[in-house]
Structures are given as structure tokens and as C-alpha cells.
């Protein structure tokens, strides 16, 4: 550090006094300039005063007048003298002491009298320097001489050094307080916050503490602080690992992990490459102001996948939807991620408002999310909303081909029913790709699939696939079922396979579930549940003893009606509960621009009004609606301070928030309340499954969970978590990429029953 001061001062040091002799040549210039033009104006005005009594006195022809003249005038300041020269150069009348100086004629004067112009010059005469002013005399329109003013300039010279004195004296005193600014500096805003930042990673190294929460004050260095945040969240990470995996190997347990998942993902792609299509993108670039801001949309869908892209160097095409994607990618739309740490690539394709409209808005969730959730919505099927949905599946199967050119065997993972069409368009291209699609919703009974007018083409193209994912056991049963009654192709139910035109597409169940963190050394020590509860309820303005939570999309599969009903019920049935039990609905609008969706939150917000006007007393309300998006750090706090969470949803595919809850409770208290038409459901057995059409059993469910024994909510907390714990979003992936990856690949023919649908131009 010593060095370091050192070398800054005198870098400072002579970068100023470079700096001040630079400015200081600049104002002894300009002042030079400025004193020899104000000489010169004076010059020419004495010369103008003068010349007519000079003029007459020549013209008169009395030399004697002339020296009068002269010697009057030439005593002034910094003056030398004046002299008079007749038409031929002869001088007249001079000034005593200039009579030396010019012996002879200078040249100026017989070049006045030549041209008949005033003219000047600065000139030295032997040491002396001078400037002379020299104007013509005239007789009516003829020459009779010139009049000569001579100024001595040695002042001029005399100023400008005094400025490079000053100059000098000012940069000296300027070199002296600058060093010691610099030391102070230096001591104050280097030494000792780079002294704090080695002693936090020497406590980090010796795992003294060192989170990135804890990490010190900067000041300047933000850029170093934000990377040391990064390389402590990753040693903290990799710490934690490493603690985990040895942990479990103790135990003799086998957890999935991020670190395990990687390798196991590495050992089964071999040389291959993996490509995942998802509507969703992984990191949104949205624009604030006149920055961009990076923002990690709140999706398990990232959790799982994320970590077996970093393992591979993979590749996530997904639409670019945030308003700052497109000034975040290459030529080629193409974006390396995470940001802090690039390890894989971002595709973004592009959709027009049009295609968005119908391919998302339109088919996808007016057609296909209320078909396949047997939530009594009425779907909406339209021709023109399906050619859009065809067109954006093409869309992508064109991009994720064009990342796939070159790679032998890709593997490629669809997610979602945004893209039913798109196995068959890959795999009609690349028959070598191993294909997989995870369908994340519900799959109906065949008759309610029928309703579809394009069920044979929706499922022609998942049977391009040469494994289709749904969460449990009875969508696949579903789906065999239909793709039996809907094509031809032959259904092995002993194998769960369906052949079609000699491609085998295998349908297996894996349920999706979180991240469950072993532990949070990052984390401060959490306060109890209690202690929580109080102060989340002191902020929501509400006084009770119990909270219940619920965690929703405003959607109508997720019977939030039906819940609030059901807490009507309870304190109709319970009064007790009346000033006792609050429940907090965080509901997040969604698709609000979509007709249903807009008026399902109206009516959210107003059953809420109405509950509440019927009960409210003083400080306390029976329910408090949130109608906002909140951040997975905000919602954890409402899991880990209630007493129970609430999951009605009329039919859901696996419902994330019952599995959210579980791993949040790491006190192993609080009750979960779940409807049996979730696929969590299907693990989840020491929850209180209720049916959400019944108010009644629902209500009697949360007065069950509000008063249930304190031992049995640990009982059954403890086996639900092991659940979440032990089938973890880690094994979700693992399992679903190892089965794709030892798939046989059977490239399909081309399909002679395919049908073709005229759909009108949009």
C-alpha cells in the first residue's frame, strides 16, 4: 500500500504540474497578447492626438515648434519617445533620450511614407526592445513626412515572467496540498476498505462468516464488491454442496442435488448437446430509465433446467418478450447467461403482436389451458387463432434446427403445451434428435379432448416425440387413451408406449417438484415462525392469532371463490375464529387482458369486500387480498409465519405452492390444506385433502388445521417435507433427461394419414 501511495502521488504530481504548465503557457501567452494590443491602442491614440499640431507645425516650417512638440509629449509612461522625419527620411525633431536609439532611419518609417499608411511593429533595437508606431503627415492630399512613436516594451516582458512566477508558486503549493490529500485519500477510501475486504475473505476462507449479506462497505470499489459477492455466493454454494453431498453419503442417502444433476446430465449426453424450447426465457432484459435491468422470472421450470444448461453449455430458445431483449443479443439473437457468469446461450425468437395474440392468448389459453383443466370455462377454439399457433410452432422448430446445425444427436426437451406441434416438425428434420416434450398441465378424459377441432394434428405432433412427460400416472393414461381412440397406432398399455407410422413414443410420469435446501449458510438465523406472524400481521394493519396463506395466479382452475367461501363458512359454523383467524390470499394477476381473467379478478377482489364488510370489526378483517406479483423472498415469509396453507385448486397438473410451503417450514410446523385435484395430491397423503366443490369439507379442513395437536402437524410435516425432499426438482430433471437420453431413437416415416387444414389468412 505504501508503494501504491507513493506512485500515486508522484503520478499526481507531475500529471498536475504538467497540467498547470500547460494552463500557465496558455495565460502568459494570452496576457502577453493582451498587453501588446493594449500598447498598440494607446499607441495609435496618442499618435492620432498628435499628428495634426505635428502637421501644422511641419507645414509652417519651425523645427523649433516640432521639438516643443515632442519633448512635451514624451515623457509619458513606458514612452521612449518621439521623432519627426520630412517626406525624404530626414529627421526633423526627436526626443532627447530616443535619439540614440535611432541614429538611423528605420525602415518602418520610409515604408509609412511609401504606401501612405499607418504601420506599426515591435522590434529590438541592440538590447533595447521597442515598438513603433509610425503614421503619415499629410499637407491637404500630399506626404510631407511621418510621426514616429516608440514605445520601450521591456515591461511587457518584466509581466510576463512575475505570471510564470506565480504560475510556479501557485502549481508548488498546488503539488504540496494535493499529496496530502492524497495520503488522506488513500488512508480513507483505499487502505481501509480494501483492509475490511481482505479481513471479510479472510473470514470467508476460514469460514469465520462472509454471506453476501454480510459483505463489507466499498465505497468506490461497488464493481470489485458486487464480484466479491459473486465468488462468496459461489463458495458459499459450492461449500454447501460439498457439505451436503457429504452429508448424505454419511447418511447413506442418495438426494439429488444441482452438482449431482450436472454430472449425471454430462455422463448421459456424452458428446451430444441439449436444447430446451420453452415460452418462457430464463432472464428477461427490461429498461429503466436509461439502464437495463436484468430480471429472473419466478419459475420452477428455471430452477430445474437451469442447472443442467450450466452443466452442458446447452441451449434455451425461448420467445423474447421483455422490451430490452433486443438490444441485449448478437446478429444472430443469441445471448450467453447468467449474466454474472456465462455458461450456456440464450435463443430469443421474436413473435409479431399478432402471433402472440393468437398463438398464446388465443389457442394456447382460451382453447387449450381451459380444455385440459376441467374447470367448467368453456374453451375457445378459433381458425385463426390455430394458423397462428401452427405458424409460431414452425417459428421455433426453424430456430431450434438452426441451433441444432452441426450437432450430432442433439437432445432436445419442449416444455409445455405451448408447443404440441413442434417434436413432429424436429424430428421430420433431424430423425437422429432425441425428443422429449413435458406436458405441465392436466391431459383430459378423451371425450373431453375431442371437443378440440385439431386433436388428430395436436396429437400427431406429440407422438413425434420420442418421450412425452406428464406430472402423474392418470394424465397418461388419459393421454394413451385418446391418442387410442384419435389415431391410428398401436398402444403397448404393458410398456406405456404408442407406435405410430414405426416411431415408438414412450409416455412416463415425473412429478415436478421445488429446490429443497439442505441449508442456508448464507442466511442469517431465521426468527421463529411466531415472531414472523407478528410482524407480517403488524404490517398488513390486521390484529389476530392465526394466519393462513394462500399463493395463487388470479386463475379460475385455482378456486380462490371457493376458498373464500369456505373461510365464510368456517366463521359462520366457528365464530370463535372471529377476531382470530385472518387469511392472506397473495393473488397475482394473469392474462388480465383476456375477458375471463379480467372479470375473475373483479369478482376475487369483491367477494373479498363482501366477506370482510360482513365480519370486520375494529382492527381485524377475515381476509386480506394482495393483488400484486410478489418476489419469492416475500411469499417465503408469509409460508414460513402461517399456520396453514390453503391449495383449492379445482384441477391442476401438480400445484407448486403446496410443495413451496413444505420445503419453507424447515420448524416443521404449520398444517397444508390441499385439494385432492392437484397431482400433489398424489404424494402429499399427510396433508388434509379436501374436495374445493365442497365449502363445507373445506371449512371444516381449516378448523381441523387451526386446531390440530401440535405433535401431529410435526408428524406429518416431517413426512411431507421428506417427500418434497427426497423427489426434489433436481430428480424431476434427472429422471426426465435420463429416460429421453436412453431412449432408442426410431426416426418416424412420413406420416400418409396426416391431415391438412385449410385455415384462412390472417
Request: charged share 25%; proline share 5%.
Amino acid at each position: 500500500m505504501r508503494l501504491l501511495s507513493v506512485r500515486l502521488i508522484i503520478s499526481l504530481v507531475v500529471g498536475i504540474t504538467a497540467i498547470s504548465l500547460l494552463f500557465s503557457y496558455y495565460s502568459v501567452r494570452s496576457e502577453e497578447h493582451d498587453l501588446r494590443r493594449d500598447l498598440e491602442r494607446r499607441a495609435q491614440l496618442l499618435g492620432e492626438s498628435l499628428s495634426g499640431n505635428v502637421e501644422h507645425s511641419l507645414e509652417k516650417g519651425s523645427p523649433r515648434e516640432l521639438q516643443r512638440i515632442v519633448e512635451r509629449f514624451g515623457h509619458r509612461e513606458h514612452l521612449a519617445g518621439i521623432a519627426v522625419y520630412d517626406v525624404l527620411g530626414n529627421r526633423l525633431a526627436v526626443t532627447p533620450g530616443l535619439a540614440t536609439l535611432l541614429s538611423d532611419r528605420p525602415p518602418i518609417v520610409a515604408k509609412a511614407i511609401i504606401d501612405n499608411l499607418e504601420d506599426s511593429e515591435f522590434t529590438r533595437i541592440g538590447t533595447a526592445s521597442l515598438h513603433i508606431q509610425v503614421l503619415p503627415l499629410h499637407d491637404e492630399n500630399h506626404v510631407i513626412g511621418a510621426l514616429a512613436i516608440v514605445h520601450d516594451t521591456g515591461y511587457i516582458a518584466a509581466q510576463t515572467r512575475m505570471v510564470w512566477r506565480e504560475t510556479f508558486l501557485r502549481a508548488l503549493a498546488q503539488m504540496v496540498i494535493i499529496a496530502f490529500l492524497t495520503l488522506l485519500i488513500v488512508r480513507w477510501s483505499l487502505s481501509g476498505p480494501i483492509a475490511r475486504a481482505a479481513q471479510w475473505i479472510r473470514a470467508l476462507r476460514t469460514q469465520r462468516g462472509g454471506s453476501r449479506h454480510a459483505i463489507p462497505e466499498l465505497d468506490a470499489f461497488q464493481p470489485l464488491a458486487r464480484e466479491l459477492a459473486t465468488i462468496a455466493e459461489s463458495l458459499n454454494h459450492a461449500r454447501s454442496a460439498a457439505e451436503t453431498e457429504a452429508r448424505l453419503r454419511q447418511a447413506g442417502e442418495s438426494i439429488w442435488t444441482p452438482q449431482r444433476l450436472g454430472v449425471h446430465v454430462r455422463s448421459k449426453l456424452g458428446k451430444s448437446s441439449l436444447f430446451v424450447v420453452s415460452n418462457r426465457e430464463p432472464y428477461l432484459h427490461t429498461r429503466q430509465g436509461r439502464n437495463v435491468e436484468v430480471v429472473i422470472p419466478a419459475s420452477g421450470l428455471v430452477t430445474a433446467l437451469e442447472p443442467v444448461l450450466l452443466a452442458c453449455n446447452g441451449t434455451w430458445i425461448a420467445h423474447g418478450s421483455a422490451d430490452a431483449d433486443r438490444e441485449t443479443v448478437d446478429t444472430h439473437d443469441r445471448l450467453r447467461v447468467p449474466p454474472d457468469d456465462p455458461r450456456y446461450t440464450l435463443r430469443r425468437t421474436w413473435l409479431t403482436a399478432k402471433q402472440e395474440e393468437g398463438y398464446y392468448y388465443g389457442f394456447a389459453n382460451e382453447g387449450l389451458w381451459p380444455l385440459c383443466h376441467i374447470a367448467h370455462t368453456r374453451p375457445v377454439f378459433r381458425a385463426t387463432d390455430w394458423h397462428y399457433y401452427q405458424e409460431v410452432n414452425r417459428k421455433f422448430a426453424d430456430a431450434t434446427l438452426e441451433e441444432m446445425a452441426g450437432t450430432e444427436q442433439p437432445v432436445v426437451l419442449v416444455q409445455d403445451y405451448h408447443f404440441a406441434l413442434l417434436s413432429r416438425m424436429i424430428k421430420e428434420s433431424r430423425p437422429d434428435a432425441r425428443v422429449a416434450i413435458f406436458w405441465h398441465i392436466p391431459w383430459p378424459n378423451p371425450e373431453a379432448f375431442a371437443i378440440c377441432p385439431w386433436q388428430h394434428e395436436l396429437l400427431d405432433g406429440l407422438l413425434g416425440a420420442d418421450l412425452v412427460g406428464f406430472h402423474v400416472q392418470s394424465h397418461c393414461n388419459n393421454f394413451l387413451q385418446t391418442v387410442d381412440r384419435g389415431l391410428e397406432s398401436q398402444i403397448d398399455w404393458e410398456h406405456f408406449t404408442a407406435k405410430r407410422n414405426e416411431h415408438v413414443t414412450m409416455v412416463r410420469p415425473f412429478p415436478i417438484s421445488v429446490d429443497f435446501a439442505e441449508s442456508k449458510p448464507s442466511m442469517e438465523k431465521a426468527s421463529s415462525s411466531e415472531e414472523e406472524r407478528t410482524r407480517l400481521l403488524r404490517e398488513l394493519g390486521v390484529a389476530a392469532i392465526f394466519l393462513g396463506i394462500g399463493v395463487d395466479r388470479v386463475d379460475y382452475t385455482k378456486g380462490i371463490l371457493e376458498r373464500f367461501l369456505a373461510i365464510e363458512h368456517l366463521l359462520e359454523k366457528y365464530p370463535a375464529f372471529q377476531k382470530q383467524f385472518v387469511f392472506v390470499q397473495i393473488g397475482a394477476p394473469s392474462r388480465t387482458h383476456l375477458k375471463p381473467y379480467h372479470d375473475l379478478l373483479v369478482e376475487v377482489g369483491a367477494e373479498a369486500e363482501r366477506i370482510n364488510r360482513r365480519f370486520q370489526v375494529s382492527n381485524w378483517k377475515p381476509i386480506v387480498f394482495l393483488s400484486r406479483q410478489h418476489s419469492h423472498r416475500e411469499i417465503d415469509r408469509y409460508y414460513r409465519a402461517a399456520d396453514l396453507c390453503v391449495v383449492t385448486s379445482l384441477h391442476d397438473g401438480m400445484n407448486l405452492v403446496a410443495k413451496e410451503f413444505l420445503a419453507a417450514r424447515d420448524d416443521e410446523d404449520g398444517v397444508l390444506v390441499l385439494s385432492r385435484f392437484t397431482g400433489a395430491a398424489r404424494e402429499l397423503r399427510d396433508s388434509l385433502l379436501v374436495n374445493p366443490y365442497d365449502i363445507d369439507q373445506t371449512a371444516e379442513a381449516i378448523r381441523l388445521a387451526l386446531e390440530m395437536d401440535p405433535e401431529e402437524k410435526k408428524l406429518r410435516m416431517q413426512r411431507m417435507r421428506k417427500v418434497v425432499r427426497e423427489q426434489n426438482i433436481y430428480r424431476w430433471a434427472a429422471d426426465l433427461i435420463g429416460q429421453l437420453c436412453d431412449s432408442r431413437v426410431s426416426p418416424p416415416r412420413k406420416n400418409p394419414e396426416k391431415l391438412e387444414v385449410d385455415v384462412p389468412a390472417v
